[in-house]
């Protein structure tokens, strides 16, 4: 499978599962403010966060060998977790439309969407 079918894959998963969290969660996660609506705040970090996973990805695929499959797991979720708090907390995130409540938001958020990427079954690689 290409890159761009993952990181479309995991860009489109990602939004459904922001759009169900800004639906029932949104005292904790908030989409949109002056400049991004809520359906441009979504669509822009779901693409970053399909982005990130796509090169995570790749890198798992490339470097199986220096690393286990539980430590590639924790190395994606990682980086999901970190790409949301730095979209959520730093400047940028006045330009995309993202913001939460607390860290601990961020490692929640970035769990259910791992699990969301790893249901679609791309991570079978990893398996031993």
Excluded: C
């Amino acid at each position: 499978m290409s890159f761009i079918r993952r990181f479309i894959d995991f860009s489109l998963i990602t939004a459904i599962i922001f759009y169900l969290l800004f639906l029932f969660f949104d005292t904790f996660l908030v989409f949109g403010n002056i400049l991004a609506n809520p359906a441009e705040a979504i669509i822009l970090s779901s693409l970053i966060i399909g982005f990130v996973s796509s090169i995570i990805f790749e890198l798992s695929k490339k470097g199986r060998r220096k690393f286990s499959p539980n430590a590639w797991m924790l190395i994606y979720w990682a980086a999901i977790t970190l790409t949301i708090y730095i979209m959520a907390r730093t400047q940028i995130s006045e330009r995309i439309g993202i913001g939460i409540a607390a860290f601990w938001v961020a490692i929640i958020v970035g769990f259910i969407v791992h699990v969301g990427h790893y249901s679609l079954g791309h991570h079978t690689h990893l398996k031993r």
